[in-house]
């Protein structure tokens, strides 16, 4: 396993300049509408996003993986007259509603992706296979990419580019509760296929695939996505954290962050990709 970070074409996005912005970012945060978002994005990705959403500029923004709807909130206070799509298969978690958004709980892939700015950016806080997020985003046309959870290996719940670069495969430990609701789906869908003559199983197969998670990472596959790669940059931790990341924005917590002490060291590598 390599312990090195994988970089590429940095942005010229300067630690000072990133530091200056924490102070803005502050006077938004503080109006969030959800102040306990566990399952969701803390203060370190919440300002990663919004500082790099500040510095894209899309005139679309395609969020896959809502919940509760506070990174939705985020990117509508970032970029008010930004477009917004937001795609969940389960939008019933959804504690705040923009009234802009256009919802879907479609899979991103199944979206209808025909006509899109040039600049749009998606967002990945799906916990879907980001190879596979990769690939269908270069599909789509789509170049601007942030992966909310970019998982280092032996950690996370799915495949992650990070860890496919550590050359680490993704294996699903499932409780057992887990494995007999997929069962229980997987006999469900057998069942139609035998007694449904017109019965079309693929939105069924996909739902199962996305259950159970394990990827086996195939030698020529890291290569065959940087290939596609143009900048990778995983934005930094506030504060120092006990893993391999980029340099902290800062030694520790100062006055101003005091009031989120306890989300600082939600960190999983926020990481921002521009395709080729
Ligand atoms: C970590 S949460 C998202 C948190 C949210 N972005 C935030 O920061 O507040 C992951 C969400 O992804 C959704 N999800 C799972 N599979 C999905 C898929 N294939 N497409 C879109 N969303 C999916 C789950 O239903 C869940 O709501």
Same mark, same amino acid.
């Given at each position: 396993?390599?312990?090195?970070?994988?970089?590429?074409? !940095?942005?010229?996005?300067?630690? *000072?300049?990133?530091? /200056? +912005?924490?102070?803005?970012?502050?006077?938004?945060?503080?109006?969030?509408?959800?102040? /306990?978002?566990?399952?969701?994005?803390?203060?370190?990705?919440?300002?990663?996003? &919004? =500082?790099?959403?500040?510095?894209?500029?899309?005139?679309?923004?395609? *969020?896959?993986?809502? =919940?509760?709807?506070? %990174?939705?909130?985020?990117?509508?206070?970032?970029?008010?007259?930004?477009?917004?799509?937001?795609?969940?298969?389960?939008?019933?978690?959804?504690?705040?509603?923009?009234?802009?958004?256009?919802?879907?709980?479609?899979?991103?892939?199944?979206?209808? $992706? %025909?006509?899109?700015?040039?600049?749009?950016?998606?967002?990945?806080?799906?916990?879907?296979?980001?190879? /596979?997020?990769?690939? +269908?985003?270069?599909?789509?046309?789509?170049?601007?990419?942030?992966?909310?959870?970019?998982?280092?290996?032996?950690?996370?719940?799915?495949?992650?580019?990070?860890?496919?670069? +550590?050359?680490? %495969?993704?294996?699903?430990? $499932?409780?057992?509760?887990?494995?007999?609701?997929?069962?229980?789906?997987?006999?469900?869908?057998?069942?139609?296929?035998?007694?449904?003559?017109?019965?079309?199983?693929?939105?069924?197969?996909?739902?199962?695939?996305?259950?159970?998670?394990?990827? %086996?990472?195939?030698?020529?596959? =890291?290569?065959?996505?940087?290939?596609?790669?143009? #900048? &990778?940059? *995983?934005?930094?931790?506030?504060?120092?954290?006990?893993?391999? #990341?980029?340099?902290?924005?800062?030694?520790?917590?100062? *006055?101003?962050?005091?009031? !989120?002490?306890?989300?600082?060291?939600?960190?999983?590598?926020? #990481?921002?990709?521009? $395709?080729?």
């Amino acid at each position: 396993m390599e312990s090195t970070i994988y970089k590429k074409n !940095y942005p010229n996005w300067d630690y *000072e300049e990133i530091i /200056n +912005e924490i102070e803005i970012f502050l006077k938004i945060y503080e109006k969030r509408p959800i102040s /306990n978002n566990k399952g969701g994005m803390k203060f370190p990705h919440a300002f990663g996003l &919004y =500082f790099i959403l500040k510095k894209i500029n899309p005139s679309l923004v395609i *969020e896959s993986g809502v =919940f509760k709807g506070q %990174s939705t909130w985020i990117i509508e206070n970032t970029l008010p007259n930004a477009e917004i799509i937001c795609l969940d298969i389960d939008l019933s978690k959804r504690e705040y509603i923009s009234k802009k958004a256009k919802y879907s709980n479609l899979d991103f892939k199944f979206q209808d $992706l %025909s006509k899109i700015p040039e600049n749009t950016l998606v967002l990945f806080d799906d916990h879907v296979n980001h190879l /596979n997020r990769i690939k +269908e985003a270069y599909f789509f046309g789509i170049k601007n990419i942030i992966l909310d959870d970019n998982y280092k290996s032996n950690s996370g719940d799915f495949q992650t580019i990070k860890q496919s670069f +550590e050359k680490y %495969s993704f294996n699903h430990q $499932l409780k057992i509760t887990s494995i007999f609701k997929t069962l229980f789906f997987f006999v469900k869908l057998l069942s139609k296929k035998i007694f449904v003559k017109k019965f079309n199983a693929h939105k069924e197969l996909n739902f199962i695939t996305n259950r159970i998670r394990d990827h %086996s990472l195939n030698k020529n596959e =890291f290569k065959n996505i940087d290939k596609i790669i143009k #900048t &990778y940059y *995983e934005f930094p931790p506030i504060i120092p954290q006990n893993s391999n #990341t980029e340099v902290p924005l800062l030694d520790q917590a100062n *006055e101003q962050l005091k009031d !989120y002490l306890n989300e600082l060291s939600v960190y999983n590598h926020l #990481t921002f990709i521009e $395709l080729k």
